[in-house]
C-alpha cells in the first residue's frame, strides 16, 4: 500500500520561508503525477503545484515565481520549496499522488476527477503578518 508522509510545516513570518518534504512509500508506477494541494479553513481545497513522470511542473498563478516543487527521485521524497510566504498562504497542504496514471500537457495540472487516488495526512502552514 502506497502512503505519503509530508513534514516541514510550521509558523512563519510574512516574507519567510519554508520547505514541504513528502516521503513516499511503497510507490512503484513509472509514470504518474504528483501534487501539493492546499486547504485553508472554509476553502475548497485547491492544487498548488504538480510534476510529472518526466519532471514537468504546473503551478497555480498564486504559487508562480515563489513556489518549487521538485523530486528526488532516489528518495523518493516530493518537495514544495516556499519562499515570499504571505498571511494568504497559511493553509494545511497536502501532497498525493496517482496510481500510475499520467497525461502529457497540464493533465497532470487539471486531471478528471479522483485521479489522485494517494494522499498524506498534511502539514499546517501558518504564516503571520
Known amino acids: 500500500e502506497v502512503q505519503l508522509a509530508e513534514s516541514g510545516g510550521g509558523s512563519v513570518q510574512a516574507g519567510g520561508s519554508l520547505r514541504l518534504s513528502c516521503t513516499i512509500y511503497?510507490?512503484?508506477?513509472?509514470?504518474?503525477?504528483m501534487a501539493w494541494f492546499r486547504q485553508a479553513p472554509g476553502k475548497e481545497r485547491e492544487i498548488v503545484a504538480t510534476?510529472?513522470?518526466?519532471?514537468?511542473?504546473n503551478y497555480a498563478d498564486f504559487a508562480k515565481d515563489r513556489f518549487t516543487i521538485s523530486r528526488d527521485n532516489a528518495k523518493n521524497i516530493l518537495y514544495l520549496q516556499m519562499n515570499s510566504l504571505k498571511p494568504e498562504d497559511s493553509a494545511k497542504y497536502y501532497c498525493?499522488?496517482?496510481?500510475?496514471?499520467w497525461g502529457s500537457g497540464d493533465y497532470c495540472y487539471s486531471p478528471p476527477p479522483d485521479v489522485y487516488d494517494n494522499w498524506g495526512q498534511g502539514t499546517q502552514v501558518t504564516v503571520s503578518s
Open positions: 498525493a499522488a496517482t496510481s500510475g496514471v
Open positions: 510534476i510529472d513522470t518526466y519532471g514537468d511542473t
Open positions: 511503497r510507490y512503484t508506477f513509472t509514470k504518474f503525477c
